[in-house]
């Protein structure tokens, strides 16, 4: 059964990067078509995809944050990683590490609470 | 504002069934696969069940999927108490060129 875990600080500084990590386990995040991604939820509201990366390292973002998103693979360490950068309070947010197979997301993380605020 | 419209709440008592409609484009739901999230309150989402009513193994067969041009559905039967949750419902997205969901719709067991 694969398992994700997300991991980070729950506080940014507005301006400023928030930086998450997922662990995978129960599976190599370098085998199989998989796209590891990241979805977030505002208190209260809907789910947004953020983006994803396939085991080849290629990516993809929501055009509403690629201007600010870098998604990163660290194969040896069975990790996946998001950097968001000049966040704002607007970026206060549950955000949850998911595997998409092309069709569904079939597994996620608990999520992790990341607040913008100084 | 979501790219699929999904009803914010709906609501049934235990026995009944209760359908969440999903609405989408030609470049969602028209092209791919639908599939829905149940979440419940402090918790992630999961999948529960996507086209054709695939899905997880241990997912009661109360609930079902259908598809039908643009909009999609999910039908829960038998309706019971722990069935309260937030449903989403999913599909990929040309012009995003990523998944979409729908707002979400709160189901409340009366």
């Known amino acids: 059964q694969v398992q994700l875990q997300e991991s980070g600080p729950g506080l940014a500084k507005p301006s400023q990067t928030l930086s998450l990590t997922c662990t995978v386990s129960?599976?190599?995040?370098?085998?199989?078509?998989?796209?590891w991604s990241w979805v977030r939820q505002p208190a209260g509201k809907g789910l947004e995809w953020i983006g994803r990366?396939?085991?080849?390292?290629?990516?993809n973002y929501n055009p509403s944050l690629m201007s600010r998103l870098t998604i990163s693979l660290d194969t040896s360490k069975n990790q996946f990683s998001l950097k968001l950068t000049s966040v704002s309070a607007s970026d206060t947010a549950v955000y949850y590490c998911?595997?998409?197979?092309?069709?569904?997301?079939?597994?996620w993380g608990r999520g992790t609470l990341v607040t913008v605020s100084s | 504002q979501s790219v699929l419209t999904q009803p914010p709440s709906v609501s049934g008592t235990p026995g009944q069934r209760v359908t969440i409609s999903c609405s989408g484009s030609?470049?969602?739901?028209?092209?791919?696969?639908v599939s829905w999230y149940q979440q419940f309150p402090g918790a992630a989402p999961q999948l529960l069940l996507y086209?054709?009513?695939e899905g997880p193994s241990g997912v009661p067969d109360r609930f079902s999927g259908s598809k039908s041009g643009t909009s999609a559905s999910l039908a829960i039967s038998g309706l019971q108490s722990q069935d309260e949750g937030d449903y989403y419902c999913?599909?990929?997205?040309?012009?995003?060129?990523?998944?979409?969901f729908g707002g979400g719709t709160k189901l409340t067991v009366l």
């Open positions: 998911a595997r998409w197979t092309g069709r569904t997301f079939d597994f």
């Open positions: 129960g599976g190599s995040i370098s085998r199989g078509h998989y796209y």
């Open positions: 990366i396939f085991s080849d390292g290629s990516t």
């Open positions: 030609s470049s969602n739901i028209g092209k791919y696969i």
């Open positions: 086209t054709n009513n």
């Open positions: 999913a599909a990929w997205d040309d012009s995003l060129n990523g998944p979409v």
